[in-house]
């Protein structure tokens, strides 16, 4: 399978990019992983906050490659516990999903255009994360859910 996690915004932490290298090169056994970063939209003021979301979910509805399965990240998503996010992920391996793009809001979240277009909407937290933290959440949950598919002793 093919994962590509579409992020909007650089990752400007050193600390979060390690984060990002080191379960991308953890998840190259099991999944070809890559983070694609988008360029955010400036915001000057937050009643610029819808303006600034349509424009990036313009910039993500270009990007999406073609027939992809697309799971996008909202607060107000599915919860998953770990084994359910394994179950959830074996599922699309399953039903035979060949590339699934994992979507990242930039600063100011995702436009609903994008959420109610994708395919599944996942929440990490119910807590609120940095949108480059939650890179590295998604991809350490990505590696724990491809060792519990696959039986390795990762997951206690």
């Not at 979301?53 to 073609?66: F, S, V, W």
Request: proline letters at 3%.
């Amino acid at each position: 399978m093919k994962i590509t996690v579409l992020c909007v915004g650089r990752t400007r932490e050193g600390f979060i990019q390690a984060g990002i290298e080191k379960y991308v090169r953890f998840l190259r056994p099991y999944a070809a992983v890559t983070v694609r970063e988008l360029r955010e939209e400036r915001v000057d003021d937050l009643k610029d906050a819808p303006r600034v979301r349509q424009r990036e979910a313009e910039k993500i509805a270009d990007a999406l490659p073609a027939g992809c399965q697309t799971v996008a990240l909202d607060e107000r998503g599915r919860e998953f516990t770990s084994h359910e996010f394994a179950v959830f992920l074996n599922d699309a391996l399953e039903k035979g999903v060949r590339e699934m793009v994992f979507i990242i809001g930039g600063s100011m979240g995702l436009d609903p255009s994008v959420t109610d277009k994708a395919h599944s909407t996942l929440a990490l937290s119910r807590w609120t994360l940095t949108h480059e933290m939650a890179r590295v959440v998604l991809l350490e949950q990505l590696y724990r859910a491809f060792t519990i598919i696959k039986g390795k002793t990762y997951h206690y």
